[in-house]
C-alpha cells in the first residue's frame, strides 16, 4: 500500500468527519479566482491547495516534470507526464500535509498563498478531452432496457456479453458541474403517428455513471492489454449522462444515440486517481461465458464505490432517487480499454471514456429515471407532493460518490447539473 493511502495519516489542514477529500485522496483539479487564472490543484478537506505556487516555492524541487505545467489551462499537460510523476507529486503533497510535516504547516506566509477555500474558488473543466467514448457495460441496465423494448426473454442482444458494447460522442458538449443544461430539442414520434413532429423533448433523463480519463498516448495501430490498461488510466471523475429518451427512440435506429445525447453531458470536477482507489478494488462479477483471451485478466479491476443520484426541484427539498455502486459493472475499465484499441485505434491524453449507465439488483439502485419510473409507470413521489416521470425543468440533479473502509472516506464531490427551458 501505498504510504499516501494509510489510513493513520492525519492532515495539519482541518478535515472535517465525513469530507470527501481527506490526505488520503488528494484529487487533481484546475481552478480560478478573482485574484488569479486557471491553475492546478489538489483538494484537501474544504481547501484547494494551489500546486502552482508550492512548486514556485521549490517544494516539488525534487520531482522532474515541467513546473510550468501547473499554470496551463488544463491538466493534460501534468498528467502527461506520465504515472511515475503524477504517483510521485501526490505522495510529495501527502508528505507536505501530513500533521508532523513542519515544512508548509509552519510557513504562515506560504500557506497563506497556497490554501485557498473551496468557496472561494471557481472549479474549471479539469482536462481538454480530445475524444470521448460512452460504454453500455452495466448488465443489470442493459437487461433491464431490453426488457422495456425487446423481448423480455431475450433482454441481452447476442454480442453483449462477448464485448464492452460502446459508441463515439461528442466531446465538445461535456460540461463542468454546475453547468446549467438547456432542454434539447428535436424529432419525435409518438407510436400512433403517421409523422414524427419536432419540439422540446418531453422525457428528459439523467444517467448515473462514472468515467475514466486516460493520461497516456498511443500511436495509430497499437493496442493495449488489459494487463497494460491500468499504466493509461490516470483517474475517475463522477459522469451525468443527459438523455431525451423521447428523441433517442425516434433516431437510434440503426446507428444508436445522436441528438439524444450530444447536448450535454456532466462531469464533477475532481479527477481521483487509481493511486488513491488502490484500497477499494473488488472482484469483477462472474462472466459468462468466457470472454475472448484479449479480454481476459488477472486480479480485481472492479472498485466498491458506492453512488446516489437526488433529484432537487427549484426551491423544493431534494430527494434521492438512485442508491448504487460502481461495483456493479460487468465490463471493468481495462477490459474496456483492451476493447477500444484492440483494432489499433488510438488513444490521447485526456480522453473519456464513461461506464455507461450504473444500475444495481434493485429497483433503488437503477441508474436512469427511465427504469425509476419504468418508462414512466411508476412515478416517484416527491417531499413537495409533486411526482417526476423523467426531469422537469428547473429540477437540478445531483450525483455523488465516494469509497469508505477503515474510517476513511474517499470522495468524488458534487456532479450537478440545472435543467432550463429550451431555448
Known sequence: MSRANNPQLKSWVEVKPGSDFPIQNLPFGMFMTSQMTSRAGVAIGEYILDLAVVAEAGLLDGIKFDKKDLSRPHLNWFIGSGKKVTTAVRERISDLLNADNAELRDNAGLRAKALVKQSDAQMLMPVRIPNYTDFYSSKEHATNVGIMFRDPANALLPNW???????????????????????????????DAAAPSFGPCRLLDFELEMAFITGKSTELGESISTAEAEDYIFGMVLFNDWSARDIQKWEYVPLGPFLAKNFGSTISPWIVTLDALEPFRVETPVQEPEVLPYLKFEGKKNFDIYLEVEIVPENGKSKTVSQSNFKYMYWNMSQQLAHHTVNGCNIEVGDLYASGTISGPTPDSYGSMLEISWQGKKPIQMTDGTERKFILDYDTVVMRGWCEKDGVRIGFGECSGKILPAL
Request: without cysteine; glycine residues 12%.
Open 161 to 191: 456479453k462477448h464485448l464492452p458494447v460502446g459508441y463515439h460522442g461528442r466531446a465538445s458538449s461535456i460540461v463542468i458541474s454546475g453547468t446549467p443544461i438547456h432542454r434539447p430539442k428535436g424529432q419525435t414520434k409518438a407510436d
